[in-house]
Protein backbone atom coordinates (compact mmCIF):
# COMPACT_ATOMS: atom_id res chain seq x y z
CA UNK A 1 0.00 0.00 0.00
CA UNK A 2 1.07 3.83 -0.38
CA UNK A 3 0.32 6.75 1.33
CA UNK A 4 1.08 10.19 0.55
CA UNK A 5 1.54 13.27 2.82
CA UNK A 6 1.18 16.94 1.64
CA UNK A 7 2.71 18.72 4.84
CA UNK A 8 0.89 22.00 4.26
CA UNK A 9 -2.63 22.62 3.56
CA UNK A 10 -2.23 26.36 2.65
CA UNK A 11 0.53 28.23 0.82
CA UNK A 12 0.23 32.22 0.79
CA UNK A 13 2.62 34.05 -0.94
CA UNK A 14 3.80 37.08 -2.67
CA UNK A 15 4.03 37.43 -6.20
CA UNK A 16 7.86 36.68 -7.36
CA UNK A 17 8.38 35.15 -4.58
CA UNK A 18 9.47 31.59 -4.72
CA UNK A 19 7.86 28.69 -2.91
CA UNK A 20 8.23 25.53 -2.30
CA UNK A 21 5.28 22.73 -1.55
CA UNK A 22 5.98 19.72 0.40
CA UNK A 23 5.32 16.26 -0.04
CA UNK A 24 6.30 12.91 1.19
CA UNK A 25 5.31 9.42 0.52
CA UNK A 26 5.46 5.79 1.78
CA UNK A 27 5.55 2.71 -0.33
CA UNK A 28 6.68 -0.80 -0.32
CA UNK A 29 7.62 -0.98 -3.32
CA UNK A 30 9.07 1.32 -6.37
CA UNK A 31 6.55 3.74 -7.33
CA UNK A 32 5.88 6.78 -10.02
CA UNK A 33 5.47 10.16 -8.75
CA UNK A 34 3.27 12.54 -10.00
CA UNK A 35 2.22 16.62 -9.04
CA UNK A 36 -0.57 17.36 -10.59
CA UNK A 37 -2.19 21.16 -10.62
CA UNK A 38 -6.05 22.12 -10.20
CA UNK A 39 -8.10 24.93 -11.24
CA UNK A 40 -11.38 25.71 -9.48
CA UNK A 41 -14.22 23.43 -10.77
CA UNK A 42 -11.97 21.87 -13.20
CA UNK A 43 -10.10 18.39 -13.61
CA UNK A 44 -6.48 17.98 -12.88
CA UNK A 45 -3.85 18.90 -15.32
CA UNK A 46 -0.04 16.88 -14.90
CA UNK A 47 2.37 19.33 -13.83
CA UNK A 48 5.75 17.18 -13.87
CA UNK A 49 6.07 13.03 -13.30
CA UNK A 50 9.24 11.56 -12.32
CA UNK A 51 9.88 7.69 -13.72
CA UNK A 52 13.24 6.63 -13.80
CA UNK A 53 16.85 8.75 -14.37
CA UNK A 54 17.61 11.96 -13.37
CA UNK A 55 16.13 12.93 -9.98
CA UNK A 56 15.72 16.13 -11.03
CA UNK A 57 12.30 16.74 -13.40
CA UNK A 58 11.05 20.37 -14.72
CA UNK A 59 7.65 21.60 -16.20
CA UNK A 60 7.35 23.74 -19.00
CA UNK A 61 6.03 26.46 -17.11
CA UNK A 62 8.90 27.00 -14.31
CA UNK A 63 7.98 24.64 -11.85
CA UNK A 64 10.49 21.21 -10.76
CA UNK A 65 10.25 18.51 -8.31
CA UNK A 66 13.14 16.78 -6.76
CA UNK A 67 12.86 12.67 -6.16
CA UNK A 68 14.74 11.61 -2.86
CA UNK A 69 14.99 8.39 -2.49
CA UNK A 70 16.42 8.29 1.04
CA UNK A 71 13.96 10.96 2.11
CA UNK A 72 10.75 9.43 0.50
CA UNK A 73 10.48 12.71 -0.99
CA UNK A 74 9.10 14.52 -3.80
CA UNK A 75 9.20 18.76 -3.14
CA UNK A 76 7.85 20.97 -5.80
CA UNK A 77 9.56 24.20 -6.50
CA UNK A 78 9.52 27.26 -8.34
CA UNK A 79 11.79 30.17 -8.04
CA UNK A 80 9.73 33.11 -8.74
CA UNK A 81 5.56 32.77 -8.85
CA UNK A 82 2.97 34.15 -10.93
CA UNK A 83 -0.41 35.55 -10.10
CA UNK A 84 -1.85 32.73 -12.02
CA UNK A 85 -0.03 29.91 -10.28
CA UNK A 86 -2.39 29.94 -7.71
CA UNK A 87 -4.49 26.67 -7.55
CA UNK A 88 -4.49 23.63 -5.67
CA UNK A 89 -1.61 21.52 -6.25
CA UNK A 90 -1.35 17.46 -5.69
CA UNK A 91 0.92 15.02 -4.74
CA UNK A 92 0.63 11.38 -6.27
CA UNK A 93 2.18 8.22 -6.80
CA UNK A 94 1.58 5.12 -8.32
CA UNK A 95 3.09 1.84 -8.06
CA UNK A 96 5.50 0.28 -10.38
CA UNK A 97 4.02 -2.65 -12.51
CA UNK A 98 0.74 -1.42 -13.03
CA UNK A 99 -0.99 1.32 -14.94
CA UNK A 100 -0.24 4.85 -14.32
CA UNK A 101 -3.74 6.02 -13.33
CA UNK A 102 -4.15 4.12 -10.01
CA UNK A 103 -2.86 6.91 -8.33
CA UNK A 104 -2.82 7.52 -4.39
CA UNK A 105 -3.14 11.23 -4.03
CA UNK A 106 -1.82 13.73 -0.76
CA UNK A 107 -4.32 15.46 0.56
CA UNK A 108 -4.31 19.23 -1.71
CA UNK A 109 -1.96 22.37 -1.13
CA UNK A 110 -4.06 25.07 -1.94
CA UNK A 111 -1.13 28.21 -3.14
CA UNK A 112 -2.33 31.55 -3.23
CA UNK A 113 -0.21 33.86 -4.81
CA UNK A 114 -1.18 37.70 -3.77
CA UNK A 115 0.24 40.69 -5.90
CA UNK B 1 -9.02 17.26 -30.78
CA UNK B 2 -8.95 13.82 -28.09
CA UNK B 3 -9.67 14.20 -24.47
CA UNK B 4 -12.00 12.79 -21.44
CA UNK B 5 -15.59 14.09 -21.70
CA UNK B 6 -17.44 13.79 -18.61
CA UNK B 7 -20.78 14.95 -18.49
CA UNK B 8 -22.86 16.42 -17.18
CA UNK B 9 -21.13 19.19 -15.09
CA UNK B 10 -23.27 19.88 -12.50
CA UNK B 11 -26.03 17.66 -11.37
CA UNK B 12 -28.68 17.67 -8.93
CA UNK B 13 -30.17 15.01 -7.36
CA UNK B 14 -32.76 14.04 -4.42
CA UNK B 15 -31.51 11.82 -1.88
CA UNK B 16 -32.68 8.22 -2.28
CA UNK B 17 -32.52 8.70 -6.14
CA UNK B 18 -29.70 6.70 -8.61
CA UNK B 19 -27.66 8.71 -10.64
CA UNK B 20 -25.79 7.68 -13.51
CA UNK B 21 -22.35 9.88 -14.01
CA UNK B 22 -21.10 9.60 -17.99
CA UNK B 23 -17.63 9.14 -18.84
CA UNK B 24 -16.35 9.02 -22.64
CA UNK B 25 -12.75 8.96 -23.97
CA UNK B 26 -10.71 8.86 -27.61
CA UNK B 27 -7.75 8.63 -26.05
CA UNK B 28 -7.88 5.05 -27.04
CA UNK B 29 -6.61 3.93 -23.44
CA UNK B 30 -6.93 0.63 -22.10
CA UNK B 31 -7.46 1.65 -18.40
CA UNK B 32 -10.55 4.21 -16.68
CA UNK B 33 -10.49 5.22 -13.47
CA UNK B 34 -13.27 7.10 -11.21
CA UNK B 35 -12.54 9.41 -8.15
CA UNK B 36 -13.98 11.49 -5.57
CA UNK B 37 -13.11 14.48 -4.20
CA UNK B 38 -13.74 16.02 -1.56
CA UNK B 39 -12.76 19.81 0.05
CA UNK B 40 -9.33 18.58 2.21
CA UNK B 41 -9.30 14.92 1.73
CA UNK B 42 -7.31 14.54 -1.84
CA UNK B 43 -8.88 12.42 -4.31
CA UNK B 44 -9.80 8.61 -3.45
CA UNK B 45 -9.68 6.01 -6.01
CA UNK B 46 -13.88 3.92 -6.45
CA UNK B 47 -13.51 1.60 -9.04
CA UNK B 48 -10.88 1.12 -11.70
CA UNK B 49 -11.09 -0.94 -15.34
CA UNK B 50 -8.29 -1.74 -16.72
CA UNK B 51 -9.97 -3.22 -19.73
CA UNK B 52 -13.40 -3.77 -21.35
CA UNK B 53 -16.23 -6.34 -19.47
CA UNK B 54 -14.04 -6.11 -16.54
CA UNK B 55 -13.71 -3.71 -13.19
CA UNK B 56 -12.05 -3.56 -10.24
CA UNK B 57 -13.15 -1.91 -6.42
CA UNK B 58 -11.18 0.98 -5.46
CA UNK B 59 -10.51 2.04 -1.90
CA UNK B 60 -14.28 3.23 -1.20
CA UNK B 61 -16.23 1.45 -3.41
CA UNK B 62 -19.39 1.37 -1.16
CA UNK B 63 -22.73 2.56 -2.98
CA UNK B 64 -21.38 2.98 -6.04
CA UNK B 65 -21.60 0.61 -8.93
CA UNK B 66 -19.64 0.66 -12.65
CA UNK B 67 -20.03 -0.88 -15.98
CA UNK B 68 -17.45 -1.26 -19.26
CA UNK B 69 -19.05 -2.26 -22.21
CA UNK B 70 -17.21 -0.11 -24.40
CA UNK B 71 -13.03 0.91 -24.39
CA UNK B 72 -14.47 4.41 -24.50
CA UNK B 73 -16.92 4.64 -21.86
CA UNK B 74 -17.19 3.82 -17.84
CA UNK B 75 -20.42 4.91 -16.65
CA UNK B 76 -20.52 5.39 -12.80
CA UNK B 77 -23.84 5.00 -10.72
CA UNK B 78 -24.05 6.80 -7.33
CA UNK B 79 -26.84 4.37 -5.68
CA UNK B 80 -29.05 5.66 -3.02
CA UNK B 81 -26.48 3.31 -0.78
CA UNK B 82 -24.08 6.19 -1.03
CA UNK B 83 -24.32 7.90 2.38
CA UNK B 84 -22.61 11.13 2.00
CA UNK B 85 -22.75 11.06 -2.18
CA UNK B 86 -22.73 15.26 -2.75
CA UNK B 87 -19.11 15.55 -4.13
CA UNK B 88 -16.91 16.31 -6.87
CA UNK B 89 -16.26 13.40 -9.51
CA UNK B 90 -13.94 13.05 -11.50
CA UNK B 91 -12.99 10.18 -14.53
CA UNK B 92 -9.40 9.15 -15.53
CA UNK B 93 -7.88 7.63 -18.01
CA UNK B 94 -3.98 6.16 -19.03
CA UNK B 95 -2.61 3.60 -21.02
CA UNK B 96 -0.85 0.34 -19.69
CA UNK B 97 2.25 0.40 -18.81
CA UNK B 98 5.11 0.75 -21.02
CA UNK B 99 3.20 2.50 -23.37
CA UNK B 100 3.75 6.08 -24.09
CA UNK B 101 1.75 7.91 -22.18
CA UNK B 102 2.80 7.40 -19.09
CA UNK B 103 0.33 9.80 -16.81
CA UNK B 104 -3.32 9.62 -16.23
CA UNK B 105 -5.92 12.44 -18.50
CA UNK B 106 -8.46 14.05 -16.39
CA UNK B 107 -11.87 14.77 -17.51
CA UNK B 108 -13.10 17.98 -16.63
CA UNK B 109 -15.45 16.24 -13.44
CA UNK B 110 -19.30 16.31 -12.81
CA UNK B 111 -20.18 18.35 -9.50
CA UNK B 112 -22.97 16.30 -7.79
CA UNK B 113 -25.21 17.74 -5.41
CA UNK B 114 -27.66 15.43 -3.48
CA UNK B 115 -30.54 17.59 -1.56
Known amino acids: AQSVTQLDSQVPVFEEAPVELRCNYS??????LFWYVQYPNQGLQLLLK??????LVESINGFEAEFNKSQTSFHLRKPSVHISDTAEYFC?????????????FGQGTILTVHP | DGGITQSPKYLFRKEGQNVTLSCEQN?????MYWYRQDPGQGLRLIYY???????QKGDIAEGYSVSREKKESFPLTVTSAQKNPTAFYLC??????????????FGQGTRLTVV
Open chain 2, 27 to 31: LNHDA
Open chain 1, 50 to 55: YLSGST
Open chain 1, 92 to 104: AVSPGGTSYGKLT
Open chain 2, 92 to 105: ASSSPRGTLDTEAF
Open chain 2, 49 to 55: SQIVNDF
Open chain 1, 27 to 32: SSVSVY
